[in-house]
């Protein structure tokens, strides 16, 4: 597995905008497909963004999508959440995670496909 860790949560206001990283090591990032996950206080973990092996694939969920963009550096073995325009109920708990899937059709990625996860990193949005 490769070790994930995440940084750039923080409490930011509606409107602002806060970029998240995932920092892989231990293995070849770019084996790995990456997602992004968020839970929020008694709810499930959802899928927020994912990125194929070589970024050529790319899914947001509809609820972020126009305001977050995925993207990824292999060179450095990392992979970012840009998130613009943040809303409260984008206040979670936000996991980087790294899938096998060798395909581009990221979109039908799913909490059991990844299996690696990092520590999460808290994003809090004030009103």
């Known amino acids: 597995q490769v070790h994930l860790v995440e940084s750039g949560g923080g409490l930011v206001q509606a409107g602002g905008s806060l970029r998240l990283s995932c920092a892989a090591s231990?293995?070849?990032?770019?084996?790995?497909?990456a997602g992004w996950f968020r839970q929020a206080p008694g709810k499930e973990r959802d899928l927020v963004a994912a990125?194929?092996?070589?970024?050529?694939?790319?899914y947001h969920a509809d609820s972020v999508k126009g305001r977050f963009t995925i993207s990824r550096d292999n060179a450095k073995n990392t992979a970012y959440l840009q998130m613009n325009s943040l809303k409260p109920e984008d206040t979670a708990v936000y996991y980087c995670?790294?899938?096998?899937?060798?395909?581009?059709?990221?979109?039908?990625?799913?909490?059991?496909?990844?299996?690696?996860w990092g520590q999460g990193t808290q994003v809090t949005v004030s009103s």
């Open positions: 995670a790294a899938s096998t899937y060798p395909g581009t059709r990221v979109a039908g990625l799913r909490y059991p496909d990844f299996g690696s």
């Open positions: 231990g293995r070849t990032f770019s084996n790995y497909a």
């Open positions: 990125i194929s092996r070589g970024g050529g694939g790319t």
